[in-house]
Every structure is written in C-alpha cells, then in structure tokens.
C-alpha cells in the first residue's frame, strides 16, 4: 500500500495475505468512520442550530429583495460550491422555490484567465467586482479556513455590501476571525474527509431555513434563478 494513503488504513500491511481478516478490518474501519461522522454531524447541526436561523433570517431578506448567491472554495470545497448553486437554483422538489445563485467556479476559461493573468489569489475576488452588487451574499468554502483567494473574496464581498457567511473545518482558522466574514459556520474535527461531510450537512440545513424564511416572507422580487 502506498505511502500517502497508511493514515486511511494503518493496519493494512503491504504483504497482507489474510483476506478474511483484512475484511473484517476494513469493515470495522467503515463502521468507525461512519460513526464519527455521524457524531460530528449531529454535534455541528446541535451547535449551529441558532446561529444557522440568523444566517438564514439575513440571507431569505436578501433574496426577497432580489440578492443572488455567489458561492466559491477551491479544491473538494469547489464541488461543494456547485452544489450549493445547483440546491438553491434547482431545488429537489416542489415546494421549494428555486433561488438566485451562482458557482464561481464553474467558468474554467474564467477561472484559469484570472489564474494566469493576475494570479490564483484573485479568482473569487474579481468575480465579485464583475457580478456581486450590495445585498447579494458571498458563501465560501474551505476545510482550513486559510485559504487566501476565499479571504481576499470576502474582503471584497463585505467592501461592497455583501452577506458574507463562511463554512470552515478544524478551529475555524483565518475565516472564523476575518471582521469581512459576517458568518461563520465551523465543523470542528482534525479530518479533512470528516468535516466535508459535516459541512454537507451544514449547507443542507441552512438551505432547508433559508426556505423556510422565504416562505414566511412572502413574494420574491423579480430575480432571474442563475445569478
């Protein structure tokens, strides 16, 4: 087995023979992780329970009034952004309603230009000086919290009026102490494969309220549903 993948399995030997109890181990090892999963999701939801009702509260206003969603991170955090724009753009069933929002990880010509042209930094920052207007909300995703590009698109997010609210791993890290992160929603755990699991759960119940609170708002401005 290789080197970089012993921490997922430490008690798989490279000349492992003993087929039965390798599968009673890799069993045993599901059922762990899946269990600390579960325990990690239950404790983050149980935690964040009032503060998800305030971020959704903020957010249902915004989008009432015609805000859209921008949502970015980068590496697994990307994936969670696009599906974060497809739950509020493309809603499972009725009666949710679909909602304004936008990936800004999707255009890969975008993307890779501003990557290229001006640096790596600045993907997610010049997005939102080309799309993001005052009452829209910048929604980031990170395991660290350290990333720099997330940093620099909530300084400029908050710059220009934006609700800005940050989804993070471990101790929160640069995020949860940003004065330009208005939210920020901390899964705390030591594992990088735990955490996006708690922040899938996270996103899931912040959509369900922001539903919820749209609902009890009434009509929605007129507001296209891809930001």
Request: charged share 20%.
């Amino acid at each position: 087995m290789s080197d970089a993948t012993d921490f997922l399995y430490p008690f798989i030997e490279g000349d492992e023979t003993d087929s039965a109890t390798l599968l009673v181990d890799l069993s045993r090892s599901a059922r762990e992780k899946w269990g600390e999963s579960g325990q990690l999701r239950e404790r983050t939801l149980s935690g964040s329970a009032e503060e998800i009702r305030v971020i959704a509260a903020a957010m249902a206003e915004r989008f009432a009034a015609g805000g859209r969603l921008f949502a970015f991170g980068n590496g697994g955090s990307a994936t969670d952004a696009d599906g974060v724009a497809q739950l509020y753009t493309q809603p499972p069933a009725p009666p949710a309603r679909p909602l304004a929002a936008r990936s800004l990880v999707e255009d890969h010509a975008v993307i890779t230009a501003l990557g290229n042209d001006i640096g790596f930094d600045n993907v997610f920052s010049r997005q939102l000086i080309a799309h993001g207007h005052e009452g829209d909300i910048a929604m980031g995703f990170s395991t660290s919290g350290n990333s720099e590009n997330l940093i620099m698109a909530f300084t400029e997010a908050k710059r220009r009026g934006m609700l800005t609210v940050g989804l993070s791993g471990y101790e929160g890290g640069r995020m949860a102490a940003a004065p330009s992160v208005d939210h920020c929603l901390v899964a705390r755990s030591q594992s990088v494969h735990r955490i996006q699991e708690a922040q899938a759960s996270l996103t899931h119940a912040l959509w369900e309220a922001v539903q919820a609170a749209v609902d009890d708002l009434g009509e929605l401005s007129e507001a296209p549903a891809s930001a």
